[in-house]
């Protein structure tokens, strides 16, 4: 079966609308409210780091507890966590996103260098079969 040019640039159309559709939020709303929060530990974060704290999730019919993660730290923004709004019956969920926070320091990344141990007699550098002392006896 041979296509004509129109109806080939009809399918490669509505391919590429389909791809792109896959790309879209769903948002929805639910009548149940979510349990309190979970408690999680937050780890000690390297520098350059920040928290992003566990929520609960919807997922079919139930909440599910999403945990929490690292992230990387956005140079002049704060993270706002996951989160679920009332507004009568309904509950929304709100995704966690980066605000922009006129406050924040930015971060700026510094080399550390590994300090050098000392040797702990200056003479005696080189290798260790050199020094007095050490011999390799067979």
């Known amino acids: 079966m041979k296509l004509t040019r129109m109806t080939q640039g009809l399918l490669l159309a509505l391919a590429l609308g389909a791809g792109t559709a896959a790309l879209a939020q769903v948002s929805f709303s639910i009548n ?7 408690y999680e530990p937050i780890p000690v974060m390297p520098q350059g780091y920040v928290w992003a704290p566990g929520y609960w ?16 730290q956005r140079t ?26 006129h406050d924040a320091r ?12 000392p040797h702990p007699n200056p003479q005696q550098r080189g290798r260790w079969d050199e020094r007095p002392g050490n011999s390799l006896r067979r």
Do not use: C
């Open 32 to 38: 149940v409210g979510p349990p309190q929060p979970l």
């Open 57 to 72: 999730a919807w997922n079919h019919d139930q909440h599910i507890w999403i945990r929490g993660r690292s992230m990387v």
């Open 76 to 101: 002049g923004y704060r993270w706002e966590p996951d989160r679920w709004e009332q507004r009568g019956s309904t509950y929304y969920r709100q995704p966690g996103s980066w605000a922009r926070d």
């Open 106 to 117: 930015p971060f700026q990344a510094q080399r550390v260098q590994k300090p050098k141990k």
